[in-house]
């Protein structure tokens, strides 16, 4: 009984049918096709767009550029305003073009110019464009094609600190400069920068002027210093030759 129990119930047997989905692999490069009523349904659901025009990107890069035209954005008038008001109040700004420079680099140069009472700046093209648009800055534009960085001081005394800065970081390479007001280029804002303050510059015109001065009191009075020297010569002659004639008449 114990037997019958342990092999007839107990033991587990394999099942004799197995139920499989397909009869071999499913075709994935070419499935087959569905019934009926399902790729009727499919048909019905299959999502439809519509086929662009041919010159579609270029119409909407139009409306993308229209766009950005007429929007005027509050923060970069706001910019626009801080920027022209320093292009206002410096007396020196040097244009610089920034090539590839680490933020590291970039930092060790601002805080090199900061320590002159130099500040660095940079503003992209739509923020310059309200800057200087109907100035006399407006000449510069055409600068900030590319990336650019501007550096402002209130004192003019400052640009041979700044070439000095600039020869330090070669990635910041100078493009022009305005002094005083004055649009220069790079050799002429390297002049500049040779040139002597004008303290001393004055000190030499008057230098000049006072040399010229005295040239001049001396050649008009060279010809009153020559008769002079040539009558007390000839007064100094005439004693001499009175004073032998009468040392003979008492001989």
Known sequence: MSNFVINGLLQSRNPLLTFRRFRGKINIQRPRAPHYERARVLEIIKPYYKKPDFNAPCIEAERTKQAGKTLDNPYETIIAREARNWFEHSKLVALLHMNSIKQEDMFKAQVA?????????????????????????????????????????????????????????????????????????????????????????????????????????????????????????????DTQTSAASDEKVES
């Open 113 to 237: 110019l900061h320590r002159h009472n130099v500040s660095v700046k940079v503003y992209g093209k739509s923020i310059m464009r309200k800057a200087v648009a109907d100035t006399r800055f407006e000449a510069i534009l055409p600068l900030f094609e590319a990336k650019t960085a501007i550096i402002f001081s209130p004192e003019v005394q400052k640009i041979k600190q700044v070439l000095s800065v600039l020869k330090k970081t070669p990635q910041l390479v100078l493009l022009s400069g305005i002094v005083e007001g004055r649009l220069l280029s790079k050799n002429e804002f390297v002049a500049y920068a040779a040139m002597p303050d004008l303290t001393t510059v004055r000190a030499q015109f008057a230098a000049v002027l006072d040399s010229a001065g005295g040239k001049i009191v001396s050649d008009l009075q060279c010809h009153q210093s020559q008769l002079v020297n040539l009558l007390d010569a000839y007064a100094k002659n």
